[in-house]
């Protein structure tokens, strides 16, 4: 028995040091925290049991193990877009955590998703319930699109075909206005950050007038990370007013319901941004043609006008020449009448002289009589009129002769 126990002593003595229990569990904890985080795990919810403080509890199980599985936090269950039910299959994205006080491990969630479209659709309405009650959908909390934006943002995949059809038709119809791309992911698990992330940097530096959430069709799973609750909230706290143009005509995101307004594609909500530009460009093409048709028609009335006036103006030149020929007739027609009064008044003028040679005394002396006057000049008519030894002229045709009375 001595032996026994002294071999038994030597033996412990020459092992390693023993470990506590907290030295163990904090070993078994060093190990497995950093090799198991942010990982995802695809399992069935089992034993879900929410607590007042909104931690919820549950477990994840497999047909071959189960797992203990948390989520803190006081708003657990609004982070949770649907409602947690036993029996549901569900995709967890967290890390193990070991608990030290019972000596086990669990796994954290920090992000749960329902799996399969049956439980996407179920999470979608159960969300989609959730936000229309407290207000988000509400027509009234939504803002309208600035009229004629110059600057707009669209939160998308760079390389996708969204954004290639939308700067197609936005160099077409709107090729002044400036377009910035901010890249994001617009699938999969880490999308609703990096969606999130340009939506809120969009607001903060002011990067355009209208943000644009765009990606392309594709099925509910590629679609889904637009039906993130932290987006919609962010959407629906935006101050820039939000287009959401997710998918094709017939699909719907939360997104779409929370955004001030909803493009069926993300070439409609480029055709959506710039119609207005587009509306004013044909308006003033439209005022532009009526202006054209304006003026010809003014200018033809006016040319209309000018032709006939000109025609009704006489040259100056020819109006002198026809002032010129009225002169010249003018001219002769008083020269002609001047000729014919000359002419009469010559004839009248030759029978006047013809008249008065014939009454003339000097006509009386070329037949011979002679005329006697005194020396004052008056005729000597009868021999009574001469006082004896008086001198008188005796007038002859051609001369005088002195003589005296006796």
């Not at 007042?52 to 477990?59: D, K, Q």
């Not at 936090?73 to 994205?93: N, P």
């Not at 059809?165 to 206005?177: C, F, K, V």
């Amino acid at each position: 028995m001595d032996r026994d126990n002294v071999s038994l002593f030597e033996f412990a003595a020459g092992s390693p040091k023993p470990l506590t229990v907290t030295e163990l569990t904090a070993r078994i904890k060093g190990v497995l925290e950093p090799a198991f985080t942010e990982i995802w795990v695809q399992a069935e919810i089992s034993n879900f049991r929410p607590a007042a403080s909104g931690h919820l509890y549950f477990s994840l199980k497999d047909s071959g193990s189960m797992i203990a599985a948390a989520l803190f936090g006081a708003g657990g269950k609004r982070r949770v877009a649907f409602d947690l039910k036993d029996g549901m299959q569900v995709l967890c994205r967290g890390k193990v955590a070991v608990y030290a006080p019972r000596g086990n491990y669990q796994f954290i969630v920090d992000r749960i998703e329902p799996l399969g479209a049956g439980a996407l659709q179920i999470a979608f309405e159960q969300l989609k319930a959730k936000l229309q009650s407290e207000g988000l959908f509400d027509p009234k909390r939504k803002r309208p699109l600035p009229p004629f934006p110059k600057k707009i943002a669209v939160v998308t995949s760079p390389s996708g075909a969204a954004i290639r059809d939308m700067l197609n038709i936005l160099r077409r119809r709107a090729p002044h206005l400036e377009v910035l791309v901010i890249p994001a992911l617009v699938q999969g698990a880490e999308a609703p950050k990096q969606i999130l992330r340009g939506l809120d940097a969009a607001n903060k530096h002011d990067l355009g007038e209208i943000v644009v959430l765009a990606r392309g069709g594709g099925s509910i799973e590629d679609m889904w990370c637009f039906n993130d609750e932290a987006l919609a909230r962010a959407i629906a706290a935006s101050r820039l007013p939000v287009v959401s143009a997710v998918g094709h005509e017939i699909d719907f995101t939360i997104a779409d319901f929370v955004a001030d307004l909803r493009a069926p594609t993300p070439s409609a909500a480029a055709e959506i941004v710039s119609g207005h530009w587009v509306d004013v460009a044909r308006q003033l093409g439209q005022n532009a043609e009526r202006m054209r048709s304006t003026i010809r028609r003014d200018l033809a009335n006016k040319r209309s006008l000018l032709n006939h006036l000109s025609a009704r103006v006489v040259s100056p030149l020819d109006r002198l020449r026809e002032q010129m020929q009225r002169v010249d007739e003018w001219t002769a027609r008083l020269d002609r009448s001047l000729r014919n009064v000359i002419e009469r008044r010559k004839l009248a003028f030759g029978q006047l002289t013809g008249k008065l040679e014939a009454l003339s005394p000097l006509k009386v002396l070329d037949r011979g009589y002679a005329i006697a006057r005194t020396e004052q000049g008056h005729v000597l008519r009868k021999r009574s009129d001469a006082k004896p030894g008086e001198e008188f002229s005796v007038v002859f045709t051609d001369g005088e002769a002195k003589a005296r009375f006796t």
